[in-house]
T-cell receptor, first 109, second 110 residues
Framework: GIQVEQSPPDLILQEGANSTLRCNFS?????LQWFHQNPWGQLINLFYIPSGTKQNGRLSATTVATERYSLLYISSSQTTDSGVYFC???????????FGAGTRLFVKA | EPEVTQTPSHQVTQMGQEVILRCVPISNHLYFYWYRQILGQKVEFLVS????????KSEIFDDQFSVERPDGSNFTLKIRSTKLEDSAMYFCASGENEQFFGPGTRLTVL
């Protein structure tokens, strides 16, 4: 089955800093989503981005499907950005969605 | 804004008992999913459901598990004869391409 790898596994930032999170996947995908799991465990949709680039406020994401990776950019980080960021993909032609192991982000005030 | 809801938020049960976790997907969605997340680990796919039947399931989703859409709004996950290792957060999601997740049910098996 498809493999999803996220890096870095852990990240500590000073408030105001920028960061880039990476998601590599091993095969062609139908769907790719980025989620933020907050400290209460909720999975918050950030981007649905099987290809191309999207921006939403301080966050943006780019997926290069032909090279099998996606990047999530966080600019001017805030303490409320802390949590775990997951990339999730579904194989082409299938419904099974595979999550990466996540990047655990802590933003210090 | 429409959202996926799940009940209960927390369920405690004794080993060997049956539990039913309930979900109300977003009303115009046709694709439904269950996932689980053991504490501190990644989110794992259990099953997808479309047109009143399972469309895909993972190796985790064995005979202990079943899903049902008993009416036009609810989507349930039944776990028979629960084991200690079934303790986890269970998430329901809906959506064809972009999936939207409910807040989860934390299941504790004692």
């Amino acid at each position: 089955g498809i493999q999803v790898e996220q890096s870095p596994p852990d990240l500590i930032l000073q408030e105001g800093a920028n960061s880039t999170l990476r998601c590599n996947f091993s095969d062609s995908v139908n769907n790719l989503q980025w989620f933020h799991q907050n400290p209460w465990g909720q999975l918050i949709n950030l981007f649905y981005i099987p290809s191309g680039t999207k921006q939403n406020g301080r966050l943006s994401a780019t997926t290069v499907a032909t090279e099998r990776y996606s990047l999530l950019y966080i600019s001017s980080s805030q303490t409320t950005d802390s949590g775990v960021y997951f990339c999730a993909v579904a194989e082409a032609g299938g419904f099974k969605t595979i999550f990466g192991a996540g990047t655990r982000l802590f933003v210090k005030a | 804004e429409p959202e996926v809801t799940q009940t209960p938020s927390h369920q405690v049960t004794q080993m060997g008992q049956e539990v039913i976790l309930r979900c109300v997907p977003i009303s115009n969605h046709l694709y439904f999913y269950w996932y689980r997340q053991i504490l501190g680990q990644k989110v794992e796919f259990l099953v997808s459901f479309y047109n009143n039947e399972i469309s895909e399931k993972s190796e985790i989703f064995d005979d202990q598990f079943s899903v049902e859409r008993p009416d036009g709004s609810n989507f349930t996950l039944k776990i028979r004869s629960t084991k200690l290792e079934d303790s986890a957060m269970y998430f329901c999601a809906s959506g064809e391409n972009e999936q939207f997740f409910g807040p989860g049910t934390r299941l504790t098996v004692l």
